[in-house]
């Protein structure tokens, strides 16, 4: 089947610490993978994308690399501020599918 | 810039009520999609449609039907609202195609309770 599994929140960091949110996948296909971001009162929006394996997406200073050898999408960044604080979706969307599947979404708050 | 309109951000609605949400978008795409948001589950799609008229069943489809007349208005209807559909609804729109790396378009969400 089709899943995506990332860590529980929240994740609560200091100002300029370092960020890595884990985000692993199930698909029966070569799936295309996402994060988005939902910041406060808002819907989410795309932070990065994916579409192959070992393609890195980046944005804002985040990143996330396509490792298909381990079914794996972790977005991190150098040094995160508190304007970073929102949650975190990883997303697919597999092989002759419309829709994305998502994660639980990951809380994160930072700390000036 | 697309843009993807959910007319209401709040809504409360009395247990067996029928509840319209109604969501538009502006840049000619061929799917839609909602999602219910609840805390710890992520986002779980109800119902998508690829095209007017067409549509399939997602995930949690029970309980909820949707309406496609026009390619820019997607509708979701509660027919008979429980409090167990008290939830964050998210409209989405992409351009089209299945397996496509197309980013979807979400709107603002409308918050949803059932008294």
């Known amino acids: 089947g089709n899943s995506v599994t990332q860590m529980e929140g929240p994740v609560t960091l200091s100002e300029e610490a370092f960020l890595t949110i884990n985000c692993t996948y199930t698909?029966?296909?070569?799936?295309?993978l996402f994060w988005y971001v939902q910041y406060p009162g808002e819907g989410l929006q795309l932070l990065l994308k994916a579409t192959k394996a070992d393609d890195k997406g980046s944005n804002k200073g985040f990143e996330a690399t396509y490792r298909k050898e381990t079914t794996s999408f972790h977005l991190e960044k150098g040094s995160v501020q508190v304007s970073d604080s929102a949650v975190y979706f990883c997303a697919h969307m597999d092989t002759g599918r419309r829709a994305l599947t998502f994660g639980s979404g990951t809380r994160l708050q930072v700390q000036p | 810039d697309v843009k993807v309109t959910q007319s209401s951000r709040y809504l409360v609605k009395r247990t067996g009520e029928k509840v319209f949400l109604e969501c538009v978008q502006d840049m000619d795409h061929e799917n839609m999609f909602w999602y219910r948001q609840d805390p710890g589950l992520g986002l779980r799609l109800i119902y998508f449609s690829y095209d007017v008229k067409m549509k399939e069943k997602g995930d949690i489809p029970e309980g909820y039907s949707v309406s496609r007349e026009k390619k820019e208005r997607f509708s979701l209807i509660l027919e008979s609202a429980s409090t167990n559909q008290t939830s964050m609804y998210l409209c989405?729109?992409?351009?089209?195609?299945?397996?496509?790396?197309?980013?979807?378009?979400f709107g603002q969400g409308t918050r949803l309770t059932v008294v």
């Open positions: 698909a029966t296909g070569y799936p295309s």
């Open positions: 989405a729109s992409s351009l089209g195609g299945s397996g496509k790396s197309t980013e979807a378009f």
